[in-house]
């Protein structure tokens, strides 16, 4: 079992190693990440490499968020993790050529709306 939002590459990795080293056992496995969330794991793992910066919008506490983030850093030398658009007001964006955006779960529709407009109007 995996929680809802876990990471899908490291789940398929652990169930991977289980199955390899664990002969004996009459091994079950639920993956139980759902599938937006998948989606938004496997879109992020794309944008991620074709970028210059990415930023992920969402709560610095959830774990959709983080997985999110650890997954862009993976990928891209340069992520944010922002909750508010109010958090790039004195960052530099006009150095980047290419700059990526994913939210988390439960993020609000406005937050990613107002960093959309903030890149927007750069």
Known sequence: MSQTTYSLEK???IVNCVKNNINELNLVVENTICNATKLRQEETIG???IVDLMIIIGGKHSSNTLKLYEISKNNCQQVFLI?????????????????????????????????VELLNNI
């Not at 909750?83 to 980047?96: A, F, G, I, P, V």
Request: proline share 3%; aromatic share 8%; glycine share 6%.
């Open 47 to 49: 944008l991620s490499k």
């Open 83 to 115: 909750e508010t658009y109010k958090e790039l007001e004195h960052t530099d964006l006009k150095k980047y050529d290419k700059i990526g955006i994913m939210a988390g779960a439960s993020t609000p529709k406005k937050s990613i709306d107002s960093v």
């Open 11 to 13: 789940f398929e990795k």
